[in-house]
Antibody
Framework: EVRLVESGGGLVQPGRSLRLSCEAS????????MHWVRQAPGKGLEWVSI????????DYADSVKGRFTVSRDNAKNSLYLQMNSLRTEDTALYHC???????????WGQGTMVTVSS | SYVLTQPPSVSVAPGQTATISCGAN??????VHWYQQKPGQAPVLVVY???DRPSGIPERFSGSNSGNTATLTISRVEAGDEGDYYC???????????FGSGTKITV
């Protein structure tokens, strides 16, 4: 079964850092672009970041640009999100999602919760 | 930035048809994707590229896109269709991905 599993979330103080991971299984990870999408409690979906299949292209939502960095290790079938200078408004469930090749998110992980609070 | 407008909620009786709109300027020139999210679960892609269904998605789910409105239609609605539905596009002007605000379907 094609699967994405996130980890690394937790409670962190404002201004601190956190690194999220997403491990892929049962598909050729290196063939796909990957995204991070977040959902604040009780709110809708917000796209956060994309990284192309080989890591050569990256982009970010304006709300996180300059603070978050996406990366990947295709040998480990893993996607990462380094989050620095965290703010209370970054509190959300963070999902990784696969880009199906048509700019749609065809596979999603269950998410890892990040809570930014003092 | 490109904004997608969805109604907050839609109520429908079992067996009837639910329609969810996604409005934006000239959305017809974009490819629209739709996601279903049930409580406590990750989103699931139910329609991509305006009208196509991923494998495993029932034919009851269909999409259309014309003018300034894209539409997700759920025929013969079942209790299990309850949840939040989001439209999504790629905004070529910014290179970013945009979600609608979501519509809660109540059966």
């Amino acid at each position: 079964e094609v699967r994405l599993v996130e980890s690394g979330g937790g409670l962190v103080q404002p201004g601190r850092s956190l690194r999220l991971s997403c491990e892929a299984s049962e598909f050729t990870f290196g063939d796909y672009g990957m995204h991070w999408v977040r959902q604040a409690p009780g709110k809708g979906l917000e796209w956060v970041s994309i990284i192309t299949w080989n890591g050569g292209g990256k982009d970010y939502a304006d709300s996180v640009k300059g603070r978050f960095t996406v990366s990947r290790d295709n040998a480990k079938n893993s996607l990462y999100l380094q989050m620095n200078s965290l703010r209370t408004e970054d509190t959300a469930l963070y999902h990784c999602a696969r880009d199906g090749g048509n700019r749609a998110f065809d596979i999603w992980g269950q998410g890892t919760m990040v809570t930014v609070s003092s | 930035s490109y904004v997608l407008t969805q109604p907050p909620s839609v109520s429908v009786a079992p067996g009837q048809t639910a329609t969810i709109s996604c409005g934006a300027n000239n959305i017809a020139i974009k490819s629209v994707h739709w996601y279903q999210q049930k409580p406590g679960q990750a989103p699931v892609l139910v329609v991509y590229d305006d009208t196509d269904r991923p494998s495993g998605i029932p034919e009851r789910f269909s999409g259309s896109n014309s003018g300034n409105t894209a539409t997700l239609t759920i025929s013969r609605v079942e209790a299990g269709d309850e949840g939040d539905y989001y439209c999504q596009v790629w905004d070529s002007s910014s290179g970013h991905y945009v979600f609608g605000s979501g519509t809660k379907i109540t059966v």
